[in-house]
Nanobody, 113 residues
Framework: QLVESGGGSVQAGGSLTLSCAAG????????MGWFRQRPGKDREGLAV????????TYADSVKGRFIITRDKGKDLVYLQMNGLQPEDTAMYYC?????????WGQGTQVTVS
């Protein structure tokens, strides 16, 4: 139902923007989130765009470097990632839901060297 894209390989200090086709995303009734899972680590939440589409929350690890936005005309949500470091290497996922994140994408790989 959700499809991520935009992952790839980048050098340290570089930037990438991930996209999430959110499939009939209704920002008035759903939250959108970006998560990642690094090798050997648990999945961690990175950024949330809360219901209403105007309020965001970021994990400390990405605050000031990552930005979550939505395309108001399409069912797309983005994660702009700046200042990437090798420790940002992970599989990145988007998710949406009303009371919890009930729908997930397959993920897109980001590798920083």
């Amino acid at each position: 139902q959700l499809v991520e894209s935009g992952g790839g390989s980048v050098q340290a200090g570089g930037s990438l923007t991930l996209s999430c086709a959110a499939g009939r995303y209704t920002y008035k009734r759903n939250c959108m989130g970006w998560f990642r899972q690094r090798p050997g680590k648990d999945r961690e939440g990175l950024a949330v765009l809360w219901t209403g589409g105007a309020t965001t929350t970021y994990a400390d690890s990405v605050k000031g470097r990552f930005i979550i936005t939505r395309d108001k005309g399409k069912d797309l949500v983005y994660l702009q990632m700046n200042g990437l470091q090798p420790e940002d290497t992970a599989m990145y996922y988007c998710a949406k839901g009303a009371a919890w994140f009930s729908a997930w994408g397959q993920g897109t790989q980001v590798t920083v060297s």
